[in-house]
């Protein structure tokens, strides 16, 4: 997510959405498929001069940018 697409959402309320240990990038595909937008922040993790992945800062946690007046789920 951009600079400009986060914008966006600073006036809503973010709502947690718990995930099981590991599967958070697989639940934003599932979210982002049926058109929740969701914001999962990623720190990059280097395991060796070849290898560099991505984790999640909080485990099992998704952000979801939802309305202050209606319920998400």
Not at 19 to 33: C, D, F, P
Request: a positive charge; glycine letters at 6%.
């Amino acid at each position: 997510m951009t600079p400009m697409q986060f914008q966006q959402y600073i006036d809503r309320a973010w709502r947690l959405v718990y995930t099981r240990y590991k599967s958070e990038k697989q639940v934003r595909a599932i979210l982002e498929g049926n058109g929740i937008s969701c914001y999962l922040p990623l720190i990059k993790h280097v395991h060796s001069k070849y290898r560099t992945t991505y984790r999640p800062i909080f485990d099992g946690y998704l952000f979801v940018p939802g309305d202050r007046k209606s319920e998400l789920f």
